[in-house]
């Protein structure tokens, strides 16, 4: 079974363009979250989808930030305009329950790694 | 927001060494857990720890779940070349799936 993937897995731009990370979750869970990690420093809570809607969107840094889950399916993260502090690594995760953490059975994808330059 | 103390930042150690690394909080929780991130893959559940002086272990790898909710330890016993990696605390909050995480040890093994 195929497990939480990512893409890109890496993406370098330009300070004010604009980038799409995309996480397809594990088939048939229904909690989507991003995190995001800047070099050095915690790993951060984004947001938290329940299928296609938002549960939790308060780790969300601003209005630059988009994500969507259309169809309760894959999940978009637009970053627009882009700029330096938000580099960082962005980790997608994906899990059936909601306590699924307990268990071990909350799956983190590789990670889309952003640079804005 | 929360935010959760972990040291050390880094670790040299040689083949064969025991590690030993913490995470300290300011607020209560009812659950500690420690990660690790391998290069180029997502952070992995290690230990999950559910009640104050739990102590758990898995495989070479021993957490605690301090008495006071507020800190918790890892410790690894005869380190081995694939236990390099970043482990990272977290705690998960009350009524929410939300994790917060410490700031990660990374492990570097010294040939």
């Known amino acids: 079974e195929a497990g939480v993937t990512q893409f890109p897995s890496h993406s370098v731009i330009e300070k004010g363009q604009t980038v799409t990370l995309r996480c397809d979750p594990i088939s048939g869970h229904d909690n989507l979250y991003w995190y995001r990690r800047v070099m050095g420093k915690e790993i951060k809570f984004l947001l938290h989808?329940?299928?296609?809607?938002?549960?939790?969107e308060s780790g969300m840094p601003n209005n630059r930030f988009l994500a969507e889950r259309t169809g309760g399916t894959y999940s978009t993260l637009k970053v627009q305009p882009a700029e330096l502090e938000d580099s960082g690594v962005y980790f997608c995760?994906?899990?059936?329950?909601?306590?699924?953490?307990?268990?071990?059975?909350?799956?983190f994808g590789e990670g889309s790694r952003l640079t804005v330059l | 927001g929360q935010q959760l103390n972990q040291s050390p930042q880094s670790m040299f150690i040689q083949e064969g060494e025991d590690v030993s690394m913490n995470c300290t909080s300011s607020s209560i929780f009812n659950t500690w857990l420690w990660y690790k991130q391998e290069p180029g893959e997502g952070p992995v559940l290690l230990i999950a720890?559910?009640?104050?002086?739990e102590l758990t272990s898995n495989g070479r790898l021993t957490a605690q779940f301090g008495i006071t909710r507020k800190d918790s330890f890892l410790n690894i016993s005869a380190s081995i070349p694939s236990d390099v990696g970043i482990y990272f605390c977290?705690?998960?909050?009350?009524?929410?799936?939300?994790?917060?995480f410490g700031t990660g040890t990374r492990l570097t093994i010294i040939p």
């Open positions: 989808f329940v299928k296609e809607s938002k549960q939790d």
């Open positions: 720890l559910y009640k104050a002086g």
């Open positions: 995760a994906s899990s059936q329950g909601i306590w699924a953490f307990h268990t071990g059975e909350l799956f």
């Open positions: 977290a705690v998960a909050g009350f009524g929410n799936e939300k994790l917060t």
